[in-house]
């Protein structure tokens, strides 16, 4: 039985923390993609900056995957 | 079209393409379910520490154990070593391939850091940044190595009951069948019934796996097939610790493990950026310039909560610094263990392709934000007012 409800904690723990990082990359994306319309000869730079700021975006859901890897694992 | 299907070693290969994508959908996990599965093997028990392969010895701080982690980290150092010998002795002025490939890499960060943190500067923070980015993606581009995580010792049923907690347990594979041990085996089992609930609720969920057992070598590797035979703390016992012929009960050790998956070793890094930061922070500015940012009393009640923030803030970039790494690279292992185990021979592919990627993104940002943190450590905040 508590095995179960850790099994639903860990799902929801993931679950959640994937909503935000979801959409920040999203409008991440959105804005690189304006950004390169508007201005293509600066699509390198563009890239490199989006690659990044997805990376620091993606590591709140790596904190959430991680607490669910715990919660799940230990 | 019919020339290319007219051959017959465009023939073979599209057959054996279809022989592996039938085999690795049939043969894994997935095809458990459905009945087949004969190619499984039971997905690795994932453990967050780092795990023991060799018992160490006392020092006067504490008993210092051999890790897993810690022979992927002396691997990573002694490639980059080598390397940097090799290039070393080979420098020209007209580069070969790996001189020029190292030349890129490095005038790369050359200029990044001039850009960031101005031309003086950049001398001072560069061998730092560099060397955590080289470090980084060293470890973790050998963690995608075929043989780690799948090959190593086997622990024990009572090293693992060790492990979560329960230490009375005793393996009954290894009690002897002496009159004396009966009696103390006996004993023991009252004492296990007595506490049956405590016993359970730790090793009611762990699975033990089964493997083959080599006598003389001391080595295992999860092997195919070996799904069926995952049997609970409560089988095992019931089986008296008899797995069957030539084989044993326990969970796989790994002899090597990616660095990075070891909270210790991205807490490290993090802590040698951080203390960097701040050396350069005191050096160039001065203690009180420095120190000034997070304890002031110039600017009232307010400019004083806002340097106890500062403070704060810098704890918290030594963590999210540990977890960013950690956890990314963590994820990453145990993605290709899953999928590996779902869909073996092919699954993991195209994942170990998105963990190169992550592993060289995750150096890269490490190495930037000790880059960007540094050059804000070594601007003066009143810099605007004064000048």
Same mark, same amino acid.
């Given at each position: 039985m508590e095995g179960d409800i850790m099994n639903v904690g860990a799902g929801l723990a993931i679950g959640l923390g994937a909503i935000g990082p979801g959409i920040g990359i999203g409008m991440l994306a959105s804005k690189a993609m304006e950004a390169l319309g508007r201005n293509p000869e600066a699509g390198a730079q563009i890239q490199q900056n989006m690659i990044l700021a997805i990376a620091f975006t993606e590591a709140i859901a790596i904190y959430a995957l991680v607490v669910a890897i715990i919660i799940k694992f230990v | 079209m019919s020339k290319i299907l007219g051959n017959p070693r465009s023939i073979a290969i599209s057959i054996i393409c279809v022989a592996v994508l039938v085999i690795s959908i049939f043969g894994g996990a997935l095809g458990n379910t459905l &009945?087949? &599965? *004969? *190619?499984a093997s039971s997905l690795p028990a994932i453990q967050l520490p780092a795990e023991k392969i060799v018992d160490g010895f006392n020092t006067p701080v504490g008993k210092w154990d051999l890790m897993n982690t810690m022979v992927t980290t002396w691997l990573a150092m002694l490639v980059l070593i080598v390397v940097s010998l090799i290039i070393r002795r080979n420098l020209k002025d007209v580069p070969g391939r790996l001189q020029a490939l190292f030349e890129v890499v490095m005038e790369f960060f050359l200029s990044l850091c001039e850009q960031i943190a101005g031309k003086e500067k950049a001398r001072r923070f560069f061998p730092l940044v560099f060397t955590i980015f080289i470090f980084i993606v060293a470890a973790n581009w050998m963690g995608v190595l075929p043989g780690f995580g799948t090959v190593g010792r086997i622990a024990g049923p009572e090293e693992i009951a060790h492990h979560h907690?329960?230490?009375?347990?005793?393996?009954p594979a290894l009690v002897t069948t002496t009159h004396e041990s009966k009696e103390s085996k006996a004993k023991h089992h009252g004492s296990d019934e007595a506490q049956e609930d405590g016993h359970d609720s730790h090793l009611g969920t762990v699975k033990l796996h089964v493997f083959r057992d080599y006598k003389t070598i001391p080595v295992a590797a999860l092997s195919p097939g070996s799904l069926e035979e995952e049997l609970t703390f409560s089988e095992y016992d019931e089986k008296n610790?008899?797995? $069957?012929? $030539?084989k044993r009960a326990g969970h796989l050790v790994p002899f090597l493990r990616s660095a990075n998956t070891d909270l210790n070793m991205s807490l490290a890094i993090a802590l040698i950026a951080m203390v960097m930061v701040h050396f350069w922070g005191f050096s160039i500015l001065g203690f009180f310039g420095h120190a000034g940012k997070f304890i %002031? *009393?110039? %600017?009232?009640p307010i400019g004083f909560f806002v340097g106890i923030l500062e403070l704060i803030s810098e704890l918290g970039r030594i963590i999210s610094f540990t977890f960013r790494l950690f956890g990314n690279i963590f994820a990453g292992e145990v993605l290709l263990m899953a999928m590996a185990f779902l869909l073996p021979l092919i699954g993991i592919i195209p994942f170990l392709g998105l963990e190169l990627f992550v592993g060289l993104i995750q150096a890269f940002v490490f190495a930037m934000l000790t880059l960007v943190f540094a050059s804000m450590a070594s601007i003066s905040h009143n810099d605007g007012d004064h000048h």
């Open positions: - | &009945g087949f &599965g *004969f *190619f907690d329960a230490h009375d347990y005793h393996d610790g008899n797995v $069957g012929e $030539g %002031s *009393f110039k %600017s009232g």
